[in-house]
C-alpha cells in the first residue's frame, strides 16, 4: 500500500528534519524533496522500481511525487531532510518531469563536511545556510546521477489525481468523481490507480484524510470530532473506524501517547 504525505506536500518554504534509529517507512510520496544521509549501519531504499543500498556516508535523493520507502538494517541510524522547491528553485526547474538512473550518491570531502556541520545536525540552519546546503548537495547529485524524461502522460495523471485529492479530499469524493475530471472511463482509472498506488481509490483517499487528521492531532487541541469532518470523514464513527485499522488504536488514545 502507497501512502501520501501531505504535511511534506507543502510549500512556502517547509522544511523538516530528523535523525531516525532503525525506523522502517514503507511506500509513501509527496511533492516536496527528500534527502537521506546514513550515518550508521546501511539501509534499503527503493524509489520507483529501483533498489539501492545506502551506507555511511552515502547520500539518497528522491524527487517530487517520486514512491519511495526505507528499511533500516539492524543498528541503522540515518537522517532525513524534507523540502520544498522554494529552496532550490534552479534545481527544481531542472528536473521537472526527469527521472534519474540511480538516486545514491556520495558527495565530495569538502562538501560533505560542510553539510555534516551545517545540515546533518540536531538544529535548523539559518534560511541562506538552508540554501546554501541543499543547494550544494543538488549539484553533488547532479553530477552523479544521469536524467531521462518520464512517461509525462504517466506523471501529469498522477499529479492530476494528487492534486484533486489535495483539494477536494474534505468532499464526498469518488472514483466516478475522478474519472469525469479525467475525461476518462471509468475501469480504466479503477485499473491505472490500482497499478500505480497499489491500492483502491476509497483506501488512498482514506489515507490522505488519516494523514491530514494526524497532522491536526499532533499540532492543534480541536476535539476528534472536528478533526474527523475537516479531514473529510463522513461521521466519526468511520473516522475511529479507520484510525483503529491503521494505526492500531483509536484517535483518542493517540493523541495521549503523543502529548
Avoid at 74 to 88: I, Q, R, T
Avoid at 132 to 151: F, G, H, I, M, P
Avoid at 182 to 208: I, K, Q, T, W
Wanted: proline share 3%.
Amino acid at each position: 500500500m502507497i501512502f501520501h504525505q501531505p504535511h511534506n506536500s507543502k510549500t512556502n518554504y517547509n522544511y523538516n528534519a530528523f535523525f531516525y534509529r532503525q525506523e522502517k517507512w514503507d511506500p509513501h510520496f509527496h511533492k516536496n524533496f527528500e534527502l537521506i544521509y546514513v550515518l550508521e549501519g546501511v539501509i534499503e531504499c527503493t524509489v520507483g522500481n529501483t533498489k539501492q543500498i545506502v551506507k555511511p556516508n552515502e547520500f539518497a535523493l528522491c524527487l517530487s511525487n517520486e514512491v519511495h520507502s526505507i528499511t533500516p538494517c539492524k543498528n541503522a541510524l540515518y537522517w532525513v531532510g524534507v523540502f520544498s522547491e522554494d529552496y532550490v528553485r534552479a534545481f527544481s526547474k531542472a528536473v521537472q518531469g526527469k527521472v534519474g538512473n540511480g538516486f545514491v550518491f556520495v558527495c565530495s570531502e569538502s562538501v560533505n563536511k560542510f553539510l555534516k556541520e551545517n545540515l546533518i545536525t540536531d538544529k535548523t540552519p539559518p534560511v541562506y545556510m538552508l540554501k546554501s546546503c541543499l543547494y550544494a548537495v543538488c549539484e553533488e547529485y547532479s553530477n552523479s546521477v544521469n536524467l531521462t524524461d518520464k512517461n509525462m502522460k504517466d506523471s501529469e495523471t498522477m499529479l492530476k489525481i494528487t492534486d484533486y485529492v489535495l483539494k477536494n479530499h474534505k468532499n464526498d469524493i469518488s472514483l466516478s468523481s475522478l474519472a469525469a475530471l479525467l475525461g476518462y472511463d471509468y475501469h480504466y482509472v479503477s485499473r491505472y490507480f490500482h497499478e500505480v498506488f497499489n491500492m483502491s481509490f476509497a483506501d488512498y483517499l482514506n489515507s490522505y484524510r488519516l494523514e491530514t487528521a494526524i497532522a491536526m492531532l499532533e499540532e492543534t487541541d480541536k476535539n476528534i470530532a472536528d478533526i474527523a469532518f475537516e479531514s473529510g470523514f463522513q461521521s466519526v464513527r468511520n473516522f475511529n473506524n479507520c484510525f483503529k485499522t491503521r494505526f492500531g488504536t483509536p484517535p483518542s488514545s493517540y493523541r495521549k501517547i503523543i502529548k
